[in-house]
């Protein structure tokens, strides 16, 4: 009987723990979360059913404007631990010190293609780290593939229109609007040699490399400037997808990569990566037959050494996508001191558009969201608009101020200077030493010859379904210059000869 008594005692007292009462947004229990409020069983829905519009009022606004380009992810936190000590190169405080450890959060995406679109596109990916450091977070937004299509951020609108669906049909990635936009750009032919090799297509987030993209400026606390270059390499095996291997698996799978990261991290695998940085002095810069801040080319292996900086580990799933993923808001303007921009193009019209657009989708307060907070004390008098929540106390919102003469900048934490040629003018033109094409055709020799034939194979497809064979003799006469036996191997894919792109060789 006293066993009975307290299994049954053990049940109540599990049930009651357990029981949770439902309650309006303001915390007032809800009485009937099944039944709208109506005049007699069959009649009309009240309006004065507060729960009732409270709930719809919600539903109406559970979906943010979508990325404009990063729309698809998949995310998890984690930390990173570096590898010695970078004071000499660079003021910023996470990579001080051998052995320290810095929460992180990544997020990984395709690019070019929205939400619901499957994980299989042949597409760059994105790959965000997002860096809780003691000195603020520090944000490093790159891609899978090295370099990329333009270098020019007055472009890069232009660029992603003619990637997004069709005006009049809302067809995706149409060739026909792709490739008439890039046959007017040489400066894509490195990019898209990446892109049409297996390397468009990588296996899953958890297997691919991840790129800086730019070059960034490191400085240390005498003002000194090196640039660098980052890569991140996975310590588990690196694998892509051919092209039919990608629809094999987009055939049963949509969402195949963000459930291949989320899964492994459930069971303990957690991925790693090692961080590299190649670095380069700006009197080194003439050394090269192309401008070093150029984003369309990498840094030569065998001329510019990598140095291992640090290892991340993901171990921790998000606890809720739409809160720590799809809010989860990336900056290339997001710096630290010690870390600052290159004058690369193309990061300089980041720098603004990345942070306007997560305004535009979170609002001006997007960093008081929880997976945006730095885990320091912010304190500037910013304030209000939409979704304030930040505390701020006392009459003085302004600096600087007599009466509170404590809050103050550090001037050790100033920007570097630049110097420039006297005589140096404004202009609207292209960088010095382009050199569009022999780093593509670099690329192309240095692939095995299966990734050499997936290359002609999937390229020469995408440019057999472009209407207007003007497009086609200019994007081949691009890839003749990079190498002439990738030219030709495109112009045999294509059925044309040498005499139909001659005019379009310079």
Known sequence: MLQKTLTLGLVLATTFSFAQ??????????????????????????????????????????????????????????????????????????LNQAG??????????????????????????????????????YDLVGNNLPVFFIRDAIKFPDMVHAFHPSPVTNGASDPNRVFDFF???????????????????????????????????????????????????????????????????????IEHATLDLRNEIEKGNFPKWDLYVQMMKKADFDKFDFNPVDVTKIWPADEVASVKVGTMTLNRNPDNYFQQVEQAAFSPGTLVPGIEPSEDKLLQGRLFSYSDTQRHRLTGNFQQIPVNQPIVKVANYNKDGYMSTRLQKGDVNYQPSTNLPAVKEDE????????????????????????????AGELYNSFSKKD????????????????????????????????????NRLLKATKLTFDDVKEFIK
């Open 412 to 439: 050790k934490f100033e920007y570097s200077k630049s110097v420039f040629a006297a005589g140096t003018t404004t202009v609207q033109n292209v960088i010095d030493k382009q050199n569009n094409f022999q780093q």
């Open 21 to 94: 009462t439902l309650t309006t947004n303001s915390g007032a229990p809800v009485g009937d979360n099944q039944n709208s409020k109506t005049i007699g069983n069959n009649g009309q829905v009240l309006l004065e059913d507060m729960h009732l519009i409270e709930k719809l009022a919600a539903f109406d606004r559970e979906k943010i404007p979508e990325r404009v380009v990063h729309a698809r992810g998949a995310g998890a936190f984690g930390e990173f631990v570096a590898t010695k000590d970078f004071s000499d190169v660079t003021m910023a405080d996470f």
């Open 452 to 487: 050499q034939d997936n290359l002609i194979k999937n390229l020469g497809g995408a440019l057999n379904a472009v209407h207007n064979k003007l497009i086609v003799k200019k994007m081949i006469a691009h890839f003749y210059q990079a190498d002439k036996e990738y030219g």
């Open 183 to 253: 046959s007017n750009l040489p400066e894509s032919t490195h990019m898209l040699s990446w892109l049409f090799s297996d390397y468009g297509t990588p296996a899953n987030y958890r297997q691919m490399e991840g790129n800086g993209v730019h070059a960034y400026k490191w400085v240390n606390d005498k003002g000194e400037v090196t640039y660098v270059k980052y890569k991140w390499v996975p310590q588990q095996e690196a694998k892509n997808l051919t092209a039919e291997d990608a629809a094999k698996i987009q055939s049963t799978a």
């Open 100 to 137: 320290k450890k810095t929460p992180l959060f990544v997020r990984f995406s395709t690019v070019t293609h929205q939400q619901g679109s499957p994980e299989t596109y042949r597409d760059p990916r994105g790959f965000a780290v997002k860096f809780y450091t003691q000195q603020g977070n």
